[in-house]
Nanobody
């Protein structure tokens, strides 16, 4: 199975930046997507960003222009750079990997390996 572990969450003030990392181990192809999702307790899981084919990406409208997702050449680490953070970005962030789909995937049902999440709190 593919193992996924997120890290980098914490408490930051509005306008500051934070970088999340997603370590991936196991068999996975460059064609398979890696996704970032976030969730507030009691709310639905929300798509944030996804990447595949080394450089192809897609972002939710709420984070486009502020967040950047990248996948290293070894395909073992995915980074989510979050800039200009807002209080509404506060959530638990999950990294997920798919071994059953090819290309960008924007819905959670397409992913079969999930991390436990890392909490991001944006507050003054």
């Amino acid at each position: 199975q593919v193992q996924v572990v997120e890290s980098g969450g914490g408490l930051v003030q509005p306008g500051e930046s934070l970088r999340l990392s997603c370590a991936i181990s196991g068999r996975i192809s460059t064609d398979n997507p890696i996704g970032w999702f976030r969730q507030v307790p009691g709310k639905a899981l929300e798509f944030v960003a996804t990447t595949c084919y080394d450089s192809e990406t897609s972002y939710a409208g709420s984070v486009r222009g502020r967040f950047t997702v990248s996948r290293d050449n070894a395909k073992s680490m995915v980074t989510l750079q979050m800039n200009s953070l807002k209080p509404e970005d506060t959530a638990k962030y999950y990294c997920a990997a798919s071994s059953s789909y090819v290309g960008l995937r924007l819905t959670a049902d397409g992913y079969d390996s999930w991390g436990k999440g890392t909490l991001v709190t944006v507050s003054s």
